[in-house]
């Protein structure tokens, strides 16, 4: 069994798609509109074949708390890159290109070299060079 994708819902539905598009390497597929549900979505597929449904809907609230707060339930999306250089500098273009980064790129205790992001939105990404 393996997870098909993952889904949020934004209320910044071109920005997000862009964001993930252009620092992941993500592709897009054609937007879905649903005008009865006031309902629109993107699926975003990266390179390994993992996908990501970014979603906007009327009556969606946008969430209570703080741009990159901590809370139960889903805390962040990891990215593998293929080395610690490769998370410094994507680290470094995304906080050039005025995202928030959360966490310095740092070794962690269990040996992961990795930053925190946020995205447009305030989801946590992790940018991780796995320690293999």
């Known amino acids: 069994m393996k997870i098909d994708h993952i889904a949020l819902y934004t209320n910044q539905l071109e920005l997000i798609r862009e964001f993930y598009c252009t620092y ?3 592709k897009s597929n054609e937007k879905y509109v649903n005008p009865r549900k ?3 979505s993107y ?7 993992a996908r990501l449904e970014i979603m ?13 707060e901590e809370a139960n339930g889903w805390t962040h999306l990891a990215f593998s890159v293929e080395t610690p250089a490769v998370v410094d500098s994507l680290t470094d273009r995304l906080r050039m290109d005025g995202y928030t980064v959360a966490g ?3 070794t962690t205790g269990d040996g992961y070299y990795e930053s925190v992001v946020l995205d447009p939105d305030g ?3 992790e940018i991780v060079a796995d320690p293999t």
Do not use: H, M, W, Y
């Open 24 to 26: 992941f390497d993500a």
């Open 38 to 40: 006031g309902f629109e």
């Open 43 to 49: 699926f975003l597929t990266f390179s390994t074949g």
């Open 56 to 68: 906007q809907k009327d009556a969606v609230s946008i969430s209570a708390l703080q741009p990159g």
């Open 104 to 106: 310095e790129p740092r």
């Open 123 to 125: 989801n946590r990404l």
